[in-house]
């Protein structure tokens, strides 16, 4: 049986899949957990941490599409494992990724999807635009992000053209 490593991980995170360099994933403390805990079947995965401020606010685990298949047998017919594990969570802390902090006044705003998404456009665009997530695509823009939002210049939203992406498309379009 193969074991999954944190050389895996890197190569993830850095391979053609995903595309960040090493100083955006050490920047962002993304890690690796060979067991997650929380939930019944301990999953390997990449660890992405969200904060606000110095305060931990929620920790996600992204397991490889290789254990994800593997362990497919386990879900009822027509689910999968997940895409993400949420091992952690403190709601009153919960806001966007990578914090409220990033948005500059004046500067365009993206918002993307996930956390992927985030780092390798904000990684591409460096100072050009604030990229934040709100970490789902059908997650509502929290009122205390409204004001902070406002001040942008711009807004940009771009989701998955799928059905939870199109569902949010709609969100920000009303």
């Known amino acids: 049986k193969a074991t999954l490593h944190s050389t895996e991980a890197l190569a993830y995170l850095t391979g053609p899949s995903r595309g960040l360099s090493v100083t955006t994933i050490r920047a962002d403390r993304l890690g690796w957990t060979p067991r997650a805990d929380g ?10 941490p969200w904060c606000l401020g110095d305060r931990l606010a929620l ?3 992204r397991p490889p599409e ?3 298949e593997r362990y497919r047998r386990r879900f009822p017919d027509r689910e999968q ?8 969570g403190a709601p009153s802390r919960l806001v966007c990724y990578p914090g409220p902090a990033t948005v500059r006044p004046g500067r365009p705003l993206m918002v993307v999807e996930g956390e992927f998404h985030d780092l390798a456009l904000g990684e591409a665009l460096g100072d050009l635009a ?4 709100l970490g789902r695509a ?19 939203v771009a989701t998955d053209s799928y059905g939870a992406g199109h569902k949010s498309a ?3 379009d009303a």
């Open 170 to 172: 709609a969100k920000w």
């Open 138 to 156: 059908w997650t509502d823009l929290p009122a205390s992000l409204i004001a902070r939002f406002l001040a942008a210049s711009r807004w940009f």
């Open 39 to 48: 939930v019944p079947w301990n999953p390997p995965g990449v660890v992405i």
């Open 66 to 68: 290789t254990w994800r």
């Open 130 to 133: 604030t990229v934040v997530t």
């Open 81 to 88: 494992p997940p895409k993400y594990i949420e091992a952690f």
């Open 59 to 61: 920790v996600k685990v």
